[in-house]
């Protein structure tokens, strides 16, 4: 079953503008990480977060967890017509070896 | 580095037949993990496996689908017989000791007719 639930479902914007997801989950964590899924191919690895952090960057992604609300955002920054992708969050539920995916966020930028 | 390799890109069948999925996961990967993914029900873990040893087969979804891992370097999916509701894409995935983050291979898409 699914863990997580990615919000808005689909969210289309102009390049150069910030993108923002979100993420909720159920249980208990020890980390979430972010995936992008380009049409047709697998799912490659962005970022991940420890239930210890609040925050992470890398490059132009911000990532921030509040497990107090069991949440989650990805942030890009500049968006880029490439970053038109699919977007999921997976988090561990606790056990930290197998990862379960939300819903994703379809993201499309439009040159 | 090749990356997680799977085999075949496509596969279209009738049903009640069977059907192998394989996999190729990245060399020292421990973990490897078969996912489905369909419209409607998103991305499923299937099972796992943990330096060869199934560990958590409780997403597989019917007995008609089994999963082996006979060595470090291979795994396959079978579904016998294949009926039309099986038709998603099917992912493997693979994951080193220390467990951080998912390769993924391009993914199997099965139709089943």
């Known amino acids: 079953s699914q863990q997580g639930e990615e919000d808005p479902q689909a969210l289309s914007i102009q390049e150069g503008e910030n993108a923002t997801m979100n993420c909720s989950y159920k249980t208990s964590i020890n980390n979430l990480q972010w995936y992008r899924q380009n049409s047709g191919r697998g799912l490659v690895h962005l970022i991940l977060i420890r239930s210890n952090e609040r925050e992470k960057h890398s490059g132009r992604l911000r990532v921030t967890l509040d497990t107090s609300k069991k949440s989650s955002s990805l942030l890009i920054t500049a968006s880029r017509a490439a970053d038109t992708a699919s977007y999921f969050c997976?988090?561990?539920?606790?056990?930290?070896?197998?990862?379960?995916f939300g819903t994703g966020t379809s993201l499309t930028v439009i040159p | 580095d090749a990356g997680v390799i799977q085999s075949p890109r496509h596969e279209v069948t009738e049903m009640g037949q069977e059907v192998t999925l394989r996999c190729k996961p990245i060399?020292?990967?421990?973990?490897l993990f078969w996912y489905r993914q369909t419209m409607m029900r998103g991305l499923e873990l299937l099972i796992y496996?943990?330096?060869?040893?199934?560990?958590?087969d409780s997403g597989m979804p019917e007995d008609r689908f089994s999963a082996k891992m006979p060595n470090a370097s291979f795994s396959t999916l079978k579904i016998q017989p294949s009926e039309p509701r099986d038709s998603a894409v099917y992912f493997c995935?693979?994951?080193?000791?220390?467990?951080?983050?998912?390769?993924f291979g391009s993914g199997t898409q099965l139709s089943v007719l």
């Open positions: 060399s020292g990967h421990d973990y």
């Open positions: 496996f943990n330096n060869n040893v199934p560990i958590d």
């Open positions: 997976a988090t561990d539920r606790g056990t930290g070896n197998q990862f379960y």
């Open positions: 995935a693979s994951s080193g000791q220390g467990f951080s983050k998912l390769f």
